[in-house]
């Protein structure tokens, strides 16, 4: 994502292993999408790491200095893709709204609430059906 | 380092224990059992608030509770406690209109719904 022109994200590393099974997902990526990942992002640097014997994973690095990394281990290709693109779409800010279910309003009432001079005034009306 | 954090979050409490660390740690570990334990009970709390409310809004017409209840539950109204309550308090004409829908199915119009409560 960008910031009045400015791209957040500034670094993506890509860690795999060669030969590991949780990184199968990982290499096939590393084979066929990851150059239209880096083609598509030029102002991004993304390198290739190769971390024998480790599971897989993208470490990114934010402007703001956030470095965050989101774990592979056992992902499909497009997984990974997608996981790529979410890193790409952030910010390194935390999550900005929290989700708040509580409604607050000045208008609370708009029959009018409930008093007891409304109640005797409501008592004297016949039901609907009746 | 603790002692920091434990005194802010005993700001308010009673005598020493907002002031000194040895009986400020005993309440603010107590308050937080009660705040953990809080948590689940507001819920049950609410709905019984919600429930009295509901009570007493409906049995000024004549119906009670349990009768309200089950009776929008018949005629497929979707609403929960929790909104009822709100029309009650805020929509008092609303409110009437449902009590009436129900005690005009149950067979009680408004002369008679006095003696169906006694």
């Known amino acids: 994502m960008a910031r009045q022109g400015v791209w957040q994200l500034q670094k993506l590393i890509l860690n795999y292993c060669e030969f590991s099974g949780s990184s199968?997902?990982?290499?096939?990526?590393?084979?066929?999408?990851?150059?239209?990942?880096t083609a598509g992002n030029p102002q991004l640097d993304?390198?290739?790491?190769?971390?024998p014997g480790r599971h897989p994973n993208l470490t990114a690095q934010y402007l703001n200095g956030r470095v965050r990394t989101v774990g592979l281990r056992n992902e499909d290709p497009d997984e990974i893709m997608r996981q790529a693109i979410l890193l790409r779409s952030s910010t390194g800010r935390k999550a900005a709204l929290q989700v708040k279910t509580r409604q607050v309003s000045r208008n609370p009432s708009i029959q009018g609430p409930?008093?007891?001079?409304?109640?005797?005034?409501?008592?004297?009306?016949?039901?609907?059906?009746? | 380092m603790n002692k920091d954090k434990i005194l802010k979050l005993a700001k308010g409490f009673r005598g020493r224990s907002k002031?000194?660390?040895?009986?400020?740690?005993?309440?603010?570990?107590?308050?937080?059992?009660?705040?953990f334990r809080d948590r689940k009970a507001k819920k049950r709390d609410m709905r019984a608030l919600w429930i009295q409310q509901i009570n007493a809004g409906a049995r000024q017409y004549g119906v009670k509770y349990s009768s309200l209840i089950s009776g929008l539950a018949a005629q497929n109204v979707g609403l929960?406690?929790?909104?009822l309550s709100e029309l009650a308090r805020t929509e008092p004409l609303s409110f009437k209109a449902l009590v009436d829908q129900v005690a005009h199915m149950r067979g009680l119009s408004a002369p008679h719904a006095g003696a169906a409560l006694k």
């Open chain 2, 19 to 35: 002031n000194c660390i040895r009986v400020a740690r005993e309440r603010v570990e107590k308050s937080l059992q009660y705040a």
């Open chain 1, 114 to 130: 409930w008093t007891p001079a409304v109640q005797d005034a409501l008592k004297q009306k016949q039901p609907l059906g009746a």
């Open chain 1, 24 to 37: 199968r997902g990982a290499r096939v990526f590393v084979e066929k999408l990851w150059p239209e990942f």
């Open chain 2, 80 to 83: 929960n406690r929790k909104m």
């Open chain 1, 46 to 51: 993304a390198t290739l790491h190769v971390h």
